[in-house]
């Protein structure tokens, strides 16, 4: 399928795509290659930062630790949401202060908790009582901000039900925090990755801020909100352009929050998902049958080795071949394993050239997050994805 760019819809402009285009037409690879064009990466932040005005920008560096992705955001001023040990110390090897790193993952191994606090981080997130305790023995007096569960995401990838808390849950744990030496400064949650609308933020903002009252009025003088990531990437369907989403979520945010003296912004998949592009290689076509009405199309990469949101089928990647004038026909896609569960769509076949045969060169559109780290390493014998920052 081509791809016809239209930045007014939040897609790749023409500019970059042919930045990257350029550089993939002049190679051959011998493995599937993330390729990352850094400067996509810059225009991203700018473009979020306009919108988002005050906020700041934690980057979440799972989407792509890139080390060159870190450095430049650095250089641009961003701060990060890290999840773990191995991040934070990404983060500060590439020029973070240790005040602009926030350690975002509710479920920490206490080592790492004093490990972090011996490297100066102070800010941390829990969801329970037990992460508390954790934080209070490990980081004595740091700041904390707490978790509030979504119970409603309208994302493609929605992050509910494992991370936060509840309402009831979420004021206890302030008193909890408070009682434990620590000083808890307000509220994190995360809409769902992939929400593609910003008004879809609205349902959730409304429940939170009515939670966020009813804590100030219990005596805690909250200022922090963290509204997590949730900021799209254009995978085929429409999403608003980054700066009108941004802004239209901080619009809501200021109306619902204004006690809130630091926003914290945590995009992810928003930031560096449309800077990358996968170069991948068709192996196989086939058919099961002489009857089989179904084509199968094995690539290179499957859902092992850097499409591992293609679980549920959930995000939809978009294809780009060198047959694109060719008729098309629906076909299954697969990766390249041998484990059943490595089929990438199924459910909703993808239309693919009738013509696309062994050799021919894939391109998978907006591959910069969350690929490159869920590439499983020497599963089959495959290399983890190779990642190439131009
Ligand atoms: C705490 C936290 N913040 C931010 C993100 C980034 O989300 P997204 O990629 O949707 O922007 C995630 C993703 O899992 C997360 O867990």
């Known amino acids: 399928m081509t791809m016809h760019y239209a930045p007014e819809l939040g897609q790749p402009s023409a ?10 037409a002049s190679r051959t690879f011998d493995k599937p290659t993330l390729v990352i064009d850094l400067d996509r990466v810059s225009a991203q932040y700018r473009a979020l930062k306009t919108g988002l005005g005050r906020a700041d920008i934690h980057y979440a560096v799972k989407a792509n630790p890139a080390r060159e992705i870190i450095a430049r955001l650095v250089d641009l001023g961003a701060h990060f949401d890290a999840a773990s040990r191995g991040e934070i110390a990404l983060c500060l090897a590439e020029g973070a202060a240790p005040a602009e790193i926030s350690f975002g993952n509710t479920i920490k191994r206490a080592s790492d908790i004093a490990w972090a606090y011996a490297e100066g981080i102070r800010l941390f997130a829990a969801d329970a009582e ?4 954790k934080i209070a023995e490990n980081a004595p007096g740091a700041s904390v901000y707490i978790r509030l569960i979504v119970e409603v995401s309208q994302a493609d990838w929605p992050l509910s039900r494992k991370f936060g808390c509840d309402r009831d849950m979420a004021i206890k744990l302030l008193d909890v925090a408070k009682s434990l030496g620590l000083n ?20 959730t903002l409304d429940v939170f801020a009515g939670i966020w009252a009813e804590a100030r009025a219990a005596g805690h003088d909250l200022s922090v909100l963290n509204i997590g990531g949730g900021f799209p990437a254009f995978y085929g369907e429409e999403i608003q352009a980054p700066t009108e989403y941004a802004a239209a979520v901080m619009d809501m945010v200021e109306a619902r929050f204004p006690e809130a003296r630091t926003i914290m912004a945590e995009p992810g998949r928003g930031m560096v998902a449309e800077a ?10 086939s058919r099961k049958s002489e009857r089989d009405l179904h084509r199968w199309v094995y690539l290179d990469i499957g859902r092992f080795s850097g499409l591992a949101e293609t679980e549920g089928e959930a995000i939809r990647y978009q294809f780009e ?3 694109d004038a060719d008729q098309h026909g629906p076909c299954i896609m697969a990766g390249p394993s041998c484990d059943s569960a490595d089929v990438l769509y199924e459910k909703r076949p993808v239309s693919l050239p009738l013509s696309l045969t062994a050799g021919d060169r894939v391109l998978i559109r907006n591959t910069g997050a969350y690929t490159s780290t869920y590439s499983s390493v020497w599963f089959n014998g495959f290399p983890p994805l190779a990642v190439v920052v131009i």
């Open 15 to 24: 500019d970059s795509a042919t930045r990257l285009d350029a550089y993939v």
């Open 130 to 133: 037990e992460e508390l305790v």
């Open 184 to 203: 808890p400064v307000g509220f994190s949650f995360h809409v769902g990755s992939q929400t593609r609308q910003a008004a879809m933020w609205a349902p």
């Open 276 to 285: 990358g592009v996968i170069v991948s290689e068709v192996l196989l076509v």
């Open 321 to 323: 071949t060198t047959r």
